[in-house]
């Protein structure tokens, strides 16, 4: 056994000190929230933003205290434990998950270093109820890396399975999406009324496409290119059909082409994209079901065939 008695007081103060990063992300995001709601209240009343001279330094420290808390929280969170390709590459999984919130990284980091510690601590207490394992210090040290490895990697392991479900999703939805954005542009509609009743309409069918095209209109309203507000549909959902759809949107807005003629030709080739791709789907179920058939009912066929046979064999042979 290579773990002594003061190895669960060090379980305890790594976990400790997990929940105490999860918790300053959360004062971090808390403190400023209220700065925001602060400074908005402030710009509404005359004058209010003047300090009197006595709280002052009080106001000055406060400042302070919170400048020393967002660095900390930002060093503890993300900002500096991730290099910046691996964060680059963090915040474009979290975005086609749909987490877009300024913490979400900070959460991110937080749950694969608390999944990490969790994973440690159950690799250590199956250590300590196995003698087999508790006997071999290198099959112990072994089973404690592993755990931790896997445990850090369940997060983006359960964050791409978001992303993909929710990428499928917007790809499933998408055709339906533009038959109702035709029906609404050939009714006189605008491009930017046009995705606004498109992604009221969908809301309750198909949320996370209807949440796409609300990021996008609110994008199309504050940026001054609308070229770059589509780009960053595209971007955001890393999806091959969204890109085709925001080249059409671009296409239109660029050369002038009537927006509900292109977005019928979009729609039937997408169409028929997901018609080719559920012939190619069910030419594999052949090839697929003849390994669960080998592997599976063959085993048992030949057995209930051939076992009367072996044993009756077996029993004339046998002396």
Known sequence: MI???????LVAAVVG?????????????WMRDREAVRSR???????AGQPDLGGRAVRRLVGEVRGVLDEAAAAI????????????KALSVLERAGFRSRAAIVRYTAAKLISAVAACGAAILLGQA?????????VEVALVLGAAFAGGLLPEIVVGFVARRRGRAIATALPDALDLMIIVANSGQSLDMSLDRVAREMASSAPALSDELQVTMSELRVLANRREALENLARRTGLRAVRSFTATLIQTIQYGTPLSQA?????????QTRLLELEE??????????????????PSLFIVTG???????????AP
């Not at 773990?3 to 007081?9: E, F």
């Not at 969170?77 to 680059?88: D, K, S, T, V």
């Not at 087999?132 to 290198?138: L, R």
């Not at 030419?283 to 390994?291: H, T």
């Open 3 to 9: 773990w002594g008695g003061d190895l669960t007081w």
């Open 17 to 29: 000190g997990s929940l105490a990063v999860v918790a300053v992300g959360r004062m971090d995001a």
């Open 41 to 47: 209240a402030l710009a509404q009343v005359p004058g």
């Open 77 to 88: 969170g993300a900002h500096r434990w991730l290099r910046p390709q691996e964060r680059a």
């Open 130 to 138: 196995n003698p087999d394992v508790a006997t071999h210090a290198a």
């Open 263 to 271: 977005l019928k030709v979009l729609a039937d080739e997408m169409r």
């Open 281 to 298: 789907q069910a030419g594999r179920l052949p090839a697929i079901l003849s390994v669960v058939l080998m592997t599976l009912i063959m």
């Open 307 to 317: 076992g009367p046979a072996v044993l009756t064999l077996m029993q004339s042979f």
